[in-house]
């Protein structure tokens, strides 16, 4: 039988990269590309999080598509359209949440596409905005489904259609903090 360790570094196949935004600058409508250019310990070229003091948690922002329907669900709504929930990227069928490791001495990364490595940070708790976008209640609605984030460690292209793998780090890469998802303050 496996024990807990294992369990936790074992996905059941790659999940896929569904959309790509850009945010450049606070405030604007959140753009849709096909390929973007992703900077180790900056993020994604062309959104406002790049730019700057480079370092920082939360360089790129990822949301789960299969909480669109249940964040509609919630909200009342046929529909969320992911753009405005102004995650950088997209992905269906690997459990972000599960990709961050319960064990500090047994880091996990996300690889996007051939290039790309990220390390997730914590969650992306939605901000006061989406009370404008959505109305009353949709701060509450959307906790929990606002996605999570997570440092550049390689940087590269990444484009629409990408798969996206979990795998634990090699024993050289520095581990993330334990206590990552369980701060109340959130970088």
């Known amino acids: 039988m496996k024990d807990l360790r294992q369990l936790c570094a074992e996905f059941p196949h790659a999940g896929r990269l ?7 600058v606070r405030g604007a409508a959140a753009l849709g590309v096909r390929d973007a250019i992703v900077e180790a310990g900056r993020g994604l070229q062309g959104d406002r999080a790049s730019h700057g003091r480079a370092g920082g948690k939360r ?27 102004r995650r950088n ?4 069928g690997l459990n972000l949440l599960a990709a961050k490791s319960l064990f500090a001495d047994q880091p996990l990364r996300l690889a996007i596409g051939e290039e790309v490595e990220l390390e997730l940070t914590g969650p992306c708790e939605p901000c006061s905005r989406m009370e404008d976008r959505f109305g009353p209640g ?19 292209r990444i484009s629409v259609g990408a798969s996206v793998v979990c795998r634990t780090a090699a024993r050289d890469d520095h581990a993330i903090a334990p206590d990552l998802f369980d701060s109340p303050a959130h970088s």
């Open 18 to 24: 569904d959309a790509i935004w850009l945010r450049p």
């Open 59 to 85: 360089q790129v922002t990822l949301l789960q598509s299969e909480h669109l329907p249940v964040i509609a669900m919630l909200l009342r709504r046929d529909a969320v359209d992911a753009a405005d929930l």
């Open 138 to 156: 949709a701060y509450n609605a959307l906790r929990g489904h606002g996605g999570v984030t997570a440092r550049v460690l390689r940087g590269g």
């Open 89 to 92: 990227l997209v992905v269906s």
